[in-house]
Structures are given as C-alpha cells and as structure tokens.
C-alpha cells in the first residue's frame, strides 16, 4: 500500500499550483468560503448534490484560502484510493498484484488530473474504493454495516456512486454466494438506499444543471475505455491485452470473490448503467464514474500475475525479480505517458483559465468601470478573483451571491438591465467567446436583453481572449449631429 500511495502523492503534488481555477474549481472555492447558513440557503436551489462536499472543504478554505489548499483534499484522496486499490489487489490475489495495481492506478493520467482538481470526484472514488475493500471482507466475514456506513457517506459526496450497489451484486453473483451473504448486503444496500432518498428527491427538482449534457455514443465508451487503460496506443492495448488474460480467473471457488470478479463488474456496471440510463434522460460525464477506474488496475494486474506464472511454469517464482520486472514496465508507461501528465499541469488543458482572465482585466480595467458579464455565470471570475475588480461597477448586479443564496448573484430584470445599459456610453463585456462570436445563442430574457443592447447600440474595440472567455470593451458611438465639427477652413491669400 505504501509504494502506490507516495508514487500518487508525489504525482498529485507535482505542478498542484497551476496559477489559475477553471470555472467548476471556481465554485468549490467561492461556494466553501461562505458560512455554513449561506451555503445551506444555495442548497435549497442549486448544487445540492455537492453539498456534503462544500462543508468538508470550509474548514480547509478557512485555513488558507487558495488553489494549493483547494486542491490539496484531492490530492490526499487520491493518494489512499492507490492505497486502497494495492490492499484489494493484495487481499484479492497477492501482494505482488496489489503492488502493481496500486502503481497503475497512481501513474493513471485520468487519476493525476482529478487528484489535481478542486471538485468532489477524488473523493468519491477513495470512498467507493474503500466500500469495496469493505464489500470484500463483509462477503468473508458478515460483518455489513462499515460497507454500509461507508458506501452511503460517498453517495451523499455524490449519489451516482449508488451504482457500486449493481456493481457489487454481480461480483456476489459471480462469486456464487451463499443465502447469507446475499440478506447481509441485501439490508447494507436498503439503508444505502434509504439515506440517499433525500438526496435524489431534492437534485431531482434542481436537473435543469444538467441541460448542458449530451446523449452519449459508442464514441463515448471508447473514450472512456482508454481513459481507463492508457490514452496512447502503445499503454493502451498492453493494458487491454492483460486485463482480457485477467479474466480467466473471473469465477474462483464458491462463495469467494476473485480479483476479476471485484474489479470487472466495477470497471463495467458503473458506466454501463449510467450511458444507457443517459439514453432518455443525458446524465453521464466521465468524472461522474471516476470511481470506477479503480477495477482498470486490478484486471491488468490480475492478468500481469497470469502470464507471469505461465512465464514461471508454476508454482509462481518466488524472486523479487518478477515483482521488480512488473514495477518497471510500470515505469516505462509512466514515462511514455509523462508528457501527457506535463500538458495536463497546463493551466490550459481546463475548460478556461480564470486566473488568466483576472490578470488581463487587472491590466485593462480601471476602477470605476462599468462591467457587464455575459452569461451571469462568467461573474464567477470577480467571485474568485475580486482584487482584479475592485472599485468596478456591476451593470447588471442586485443582490450579491453569497447573500443570495446562489452561485453568481442575483441580476436586475431585462428593463432594468437595459435602463443601467442606456446610462453608460462605454462597458467592459466579460463574456462567453462563443456568444459573442455568434456561435451560441443567450438563454433567459436577461442575457438576451445584455446580448441585444450590446449588439444595437456598442462597438467592440479592445479585447482579450483567455481560453473560452473574452474580455471586450463596448463603446457607444458617437451621433455625427451631436460629434465635435472641425472649424471651418481658413481662407487662403487672395
């Protein structure tokens, strides 16, 4: 356990302070600063589901408030879930395999970027990885509620992770397992249940947050598949190869989980679900099924264990030659992914950089500027980076976020906004790149009034561009009947 855990440790502190938040880290940031009273009223509307997330990261944030700290709760969940996953390896087949489960999972550039990432996902997966460590002893020794206890703390980080409980049941069903085994996590997965209700009856009435997503394709599976193995070739089929020798031992003796009955059913039934269930209502993002990631490692270990007892001729060898040669190959993959985990320690590599919007308005902005964001959400940027904004004036601003209970503040009405509008001739436009370049159209009445105000009576002149977000100044033309007219021309000699 040891090994894989510092491997991961050190990987997830490499490059932590990438100098800038993308927008969903901006939330967690701005979102557990507040109080606990705000941050309950915010949950009554939005983000609910994210909810047990934002008051463990309070007490963090109010140490020291910024990205090193926002990421660090990540970093040390992904640390123990490489842990976790080399003590399912060991307990599964043996030390050796739990070895080089845990280095695969820790040198994993889909594990990397989310130990690097100010969201709840890391967690949930130290905790679904930890609810099948606890599975696996529950199936041999009957003691239930630790599983239990566990498995409904990580749904309530975040309630996608109730598809372990499928998972699961096919591993009992793979495993043969006896009528007791099936009542004890039959009652461990009622009360999984019964505590995640509240849970699903409250985000259920906030899913217009997940209008954004798509209907997902084969195209979808593929990708996620070498997200899971390795996203270069040469990893990639390597790691297939191994993990389809895995399988061989996918049934072991009655009533005992196999490695490959743990980890493919953890590896399949998450995402499964979740695309098919996505085919009428869109609700899968591969962060969703981060968790699951875990059983990639176990089955390519599981199958690395295989060709090294056939290499061995059983019974396997007992030289730490064959422990030493999996740990290198293991290298070798890390050094042939390296500079996909460089890029992604890009700032870049995110969505946006909102650090990089906050310097280019800090160089162009003075105090006492108006500013307009288009859509309200891009009022993000000011919420994590104020000091860039100090002193400006919010055109469309009422109420302010943390007082409002919601996660950008609370803006005026269409005519108000586009009264504010008509009282300045000049106005920087924080705004979505796509929007303002045609290529999305604004939803609400609200952004239509900004978008159409901005589009009838300003110019564009100034701008920068950082990643998806634009920073332009609007100006008002001058009328020619009320511009300054040149003197007339003086007369010349006669």
Not at 32 to 52: E, K, N, Q, S, Y
Request: net charge positive; charged share 15%; proline share 8%.
């Amino acid at each position: 356990m040891g090994v894989p855990a510092l491997v991961m440790l050190a990987l997830g502190l490499w490059g932590l302070d990438r100098g800038g938040m993308w927008r969903d880290e901006a939330v967690s940031f701005q979102v557990g600063r507040r109080t606990v009273p705000r941050i309950w009223l915010l949950l009554h509307d939005v983000d609910a589901v994210h909810g047990l997330y934002y008051l463990l990261l309070r007490p963090v944030l109010a140490v020291h408030p910024g990205e090193v700290a926002l990421r660090l709760p990540s970093v040390c969940a992904a640390t123990v879930t490489a842990g976790l996953v080399a003590a399912l390896g060991a307990r599964l087949a043996r030390p050796r395999v739990g070895l080089w489960a845990g280095l695969l999972y820790a040198v994993a550039p889909m594990a990397g970027h989310y130990a690097q990432e100010g969201r709840s996902y890391a967690l949930v997966a130290a905790g679904a990885t930890a609810a099948t460590l606890l599975f696996v002893r529950a199936v041999r020794d009957g003691t239930w509620w630790p599983y239990g206890a566990v498995l409904s703390l990580t749904c309530w980080l975040h309630e996608f992770a109730v598809l372990l409980l499928p998972a699961h049941a096919v591993s009992l069903a793979l495993a043969r397992a006896g009528a007791r085994v099936w009542r004890g996590w039959g009652s461990a997965a009622a009360a999984v249940v019964a505590a995640l209700v509240p849970m699903v009856v409250v985000s259920r009435g906030q899913s217009a947050q997940l209008a954004w997503l798509r209907t997902p394709t084969a195209d979808t599976a593929e990708r996620l598949l070498r997200r899971f193995l390795g996203p270069t070739d040469e990893v990639f089929w390597v790691c297939l190869a191994l993990a389809v020798v895995g399988l061989v031992g996918l049934v072991g003796r009655r009533g005992e989980p196999t490695c490959a009955g743990v980890a493919l059913p953890l590896v399949v039934v998450p995402p499964v679900v979740l695309m098919l269930a996505s085919q009428f209502s869109p609700l899968y993002v591969d962060r969703y099924v981060l968790y699951a990631l875990s059983g990639a490692p176990l089955l390519v270990a599981s199958g690395a264990e295989r060709v090294a007892g056939a290499v061995g001729r059983r019974p396997l060898p007992r030289s730490p030659s064959v422990p030493l040669a999996g740990v290198l190959a293991i290298a070798l993959s890390l050094l042939h992914q390296f500079p996909l985990l460089q890029e992604d320690r890009d700032p870049r590599s995110r969505p946006d950089d909102l650090g990089a919007v906050s310097r280019a308005v800090a160089r162009k902005v003075e105090p006492g500027d108006p500013v307009l964001f288009l859509p309200a959400s891009t009022r993000n940027v000011a919420l994590t980076y104020p000091g860039a904004f100090r002193g400006t004036r919010d055109v469309a601003l009422m109420a302010g976020a943390a007082g409002s209970g919601t996660l950008y503040g609370r803006e005026a009405g269409p005519a108000e906004v586009r009264r504010r509008l008509a009282r300045v001739d000049r106005v920087w436009v924080v705004a979505d790149r796509k929007l303002l370049a045609g290529r999305g159209s604004p939803g609400g009445p609200v952004e239509r009034a900004k978008a159409d105000v901005l589009g009838r009576e300003f110019l564009g002149q100034d701008e920068a561009v950082r990643g998806g977000l634009t920073v332009r100044l609007y100006v008002r033309p001058v009328s020619p009947l009320l511009a300054p007219q040149p003197p007339p021309p003086r007369p010349g000699p006669s």
